[in-house]
């Protein structure tokens, strides 16, 4: 009996040295056990549209670019519009002064009267030349001579017309006007600015904005997934809301090509000058009544795609085969049913079969 109770007694500090330990891995367990808060939302049913992605250039087409050089050399008096101003078709663009117009004139005007009045005197002469010629007085080379002197004289008042009727062509070309409504694309020089008349020296280019179009570089095998005039959207570098646009034209892949070039018009006017770089995004093939869920909840794996299904208070991993995907969400072919809970937030720390505590 006093063993017994000796044995007791030396038992005691070892189960008091134990309960620590025992109290620790108790905490460790009931913390793991603990249901992790998630955010979850129902598989449902409904239709999603694909869409290709592509990279674009803005284009004009053929006529709708009008470029303003000086046919002269010349000074800007008047240059008012800036780049991405409205013009209408008529309105005044740039005003030049033509270099020396003046004293060109002035001379052409000279040689105008000069030869007028050699005209005049000729013709005098002629006539009376080919009088005593009649009368047996003055000789055929009297009347030759009087013939070719008004025949130079006619030459040389017909070349004084001309430079006055180019002096003045030159002139009616001071004043430059817009050919249609347009939008200015550039502009290089400033009022006072003094231009030559070379094709290089542009003063003002405007475009016309139902003319242009985008050419984009689309995968060869995105091709068959949209229609000619099937909806898009274009962007340039995240300045204002995309613009609305068409498939104009999809062409034939060359053979063993990997990409081919979509056209694609603009459905509105677009202040896009050319050689903008855009982001396309056109609109694809729709599947109807399909399952989806967020894009959110899909976990990726590798090539390997996964949700989280809320089963009561645990979570359960499926494996699941995608399909569509739109800005907000993912078709589900395999892998859920309608109606299943899948976790939205929180399945990052997620295990198969962990507790959870789910808000909708």
Known sequence: MRQSARRAYLLIPVLLTALPGCRRQTDRQSEADLPLPVMAEPVKIGDIRGTVSATGVVNTLEGADF????????????????????????????????????????????????????????????????????????????????????????????????????????????????????????????????????????????????????????????LQRFTVGATARASAGGKGSPELMRVAARPEPERGATTATVTLSFVQPTDLASGTQVGIEIDAEQHSNVLLVPSIAVVKEGDTASVFVAAGNQARKRTVTTGLVDEQRTEVRSGVKAGEIVITQGQSNLKDGAAISVTQ
């Open 67 to 222: 470029v303003i050089t000086s046919p002269a050399p010349a000074r800007i008096a008047e240059l008012s519009k800036q780049v991405g101003d409205q013009v209408k078709a008529g309105e005044v663009l740039v005003r030049f002064e033509f270099l020396s117009l003046r004293a060109e004139n002035a001379a052409r005007s000279v040689a105008s009267k000069a030869a007028a009045a050699r005209l005049q005197a000729a013709r005098l002469v002629q006539s009376r030349v080919h009088d005593l010629f009649d009368k047996g007085a003055a000789a055929r080379t009297e009347v030759d001579q009087a013939d070719q002197e008004v025949a130079e004289a006619e030459a040389e008042v017909e070349q004084a017309r001309s430079g006055e009727g180019d002096a003045q062509a030159l002139a009616q070309r001071s004043i430059v006007r817009a050919p249609f409504d347009g939008v200015v694309a550039e502009r290089l020089h400033n009022p006072g600015d003094t231009v030559g008349n070379t094709s290089n020296e542009i003063v003002l280019r405007i475009i016309d904005p139902r003319q242009v179009e985008v050419s984009a570089t689309v995968p060869v095998q995105d």
